[in-house]
């Protein structure tokens, strides 16, 4: 198999599309027959991205590369940064103002579930600048 990669743009506070590339990256796995176990994580850690994106950057890009050793999801924005990644990263710990909170999301789990399904998972933030997700998923 040779290594396929996707990229997929999110747009800023757009929840009736948040969601899209997970879906549309879940399908693809499917499609070749991954293990759902696999297939699972991946779109419950992308989801998870996706819609921080949405929240609280101004949108940005996701690129998923797909080897047969691994899926990688690097998730790429432009919009505050996280000021206290240590913060972020404990259960229950958000910076989603109310409107968001009102609609269902932003209960602080975002990060944390993303960790938790990948294998491994890397955050570079500058703040003013942008934030960096790096998330693999092993294969095999």
């Known amino acids: ?7 997929y743009n999110v747009d800023a506070s757009d929840f009736t599309r948040a969601g899209e590339a997970s879906s549309e990256v879940k399908n693809k796995l499917k499609q070749m027959n991954l293990p759902p176990e696999v297939i699972r994580k991946v779109a419950i850690a992308m989801y998870e991205g996706e819609i921080n994106m949405v929240i609280h950057a101004d949108g940005g890009t996701i690129t998923v590369e797909i080897s047969p050793e691994e899926i990688v999801i690097i998730l790429k924005d432009k919009g505050p940064g996280i000021k206290d990644i240590p913060a972020a990263m404990k259960e229950g710990f958000s910076t989603a103002p109310d409107n968001i909170r009102s609609l269902g999301f932003g209960a602080g789990m975002g990060l944390p579930n993303m960790k938790k399904y990948s294998d491994s998972m890397n955050v570079e933030s500058e703040v003013g600048v942008g934030t960096i997700v790096t998330m693999k998923v092993n294969i095999g």
Do not use: D, G, R, S
């Open 1 to 7: 198999m040779n290594n396929i990669v996707l990229t």
